[in-house]
């Protein structure tokens, strides 16, 4: 079996699980092997919905997320006999799956842009240098791939339902998880927004997101920001853009007062079409940007608002 991490926000499949579900299924055809889901949760899980994408669904409520809980969920899963496991790659993904792997014994190909099975092995390719490079990678079976977010048609449900299988999960030296403050979730989710605003230094303070917020309200997408105003605590660092925050591919990027470090870039660069503003002419944002406008961020910013309303 080819076996896919059902990620899910206790209500509903994330948007990276369709996308990975889509690679598991080119490979257990390549394999003529069925496709298996793990659906592990804290509490509740959307059971339903994934028995419609998988052929047997494996599933385990493991309390409160800890990375040895769930890479014990996934690898008693796994041990059904997973030729390949497949996840969505998030920030997560990242801190169990190596676990997974290195129980396997097996090849860990993270954040893939596409993958196939070539001759028994899996063949894949990713960016590396902070996007600059793509690079070919190849892993033999049993294999553990993560898929990058934006890459991959969704799944379709198969119009079966799927057996449920409830897993026993050993027991893990783990983490106690003594308190838990959830990050306050408005509007649409960063990673998955077709429209993101970013308000960068230039924003000049907080009280200026204001608008950025207005704007991307309007276009129905998601707020984001650059490093150095998350660390001046302008914004949470969950709306943070780059290197050392969240990928994002949208149709449209708005940057605004944002310089465009390499390590922002690295984030956002492979959004469909960029629209920079800076009063900065020699900005490298603009090196980048399909649209660019030259001028103050507190003149232009609520002129667009106005435009958009006016559409
Ligand atoms: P600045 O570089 O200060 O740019 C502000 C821009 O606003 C300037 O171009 C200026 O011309 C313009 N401006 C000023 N006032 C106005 C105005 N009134 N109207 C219009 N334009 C105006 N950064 C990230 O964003 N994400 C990351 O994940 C990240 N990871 C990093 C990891 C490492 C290891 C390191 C070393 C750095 C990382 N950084 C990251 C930081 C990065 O190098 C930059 O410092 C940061 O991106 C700069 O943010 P900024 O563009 O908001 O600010």
Known sequence: MVLVVLDHDGNKLRKGTL???TR?????EGLG???????LAEEGA???EARKYVDI???ATLGPYTAERWAAGVLAAAKEGAKAVVAPSSRQSRTYLGRVAYALKAGLLEDTLDSSLEGGEVHATRYA????VTQRVKAPLPVVL???PNTTPLAEPLGTSAEVVPLSVPQVPTVEVLERVAEEKKGVSLTEANVVVTGGRGMGGPEAFKLVEELAALLGGAVGATRAVVDAGWRPYGEQVGQTGKTVQPTLYIALGVSGAVQHLAGMNKSKYIVAVN????????????YGIVGDVHQVLPALIEAVKKL
């Open 24 to 28: 598991a299924r080119r490979l257990a």
């Open 279 to 290: 009063k900065d002419p020699e900005a490298p944002i603009f090196k980048h940007a399909d």
């Open 129 to 132: 240098y902070l996007n600059r």
């Open 46 to 48: 959307p059971l339903e």
């Open 33 to 39: 092997e069925k496709v298996a889901g793990v659906l």
């Open 19 to 21: 996308e990975a579900l």
């Open 146 to 148: 993560t898929v990058k």
């Open 57 to 59: 669904l494996y599933t």
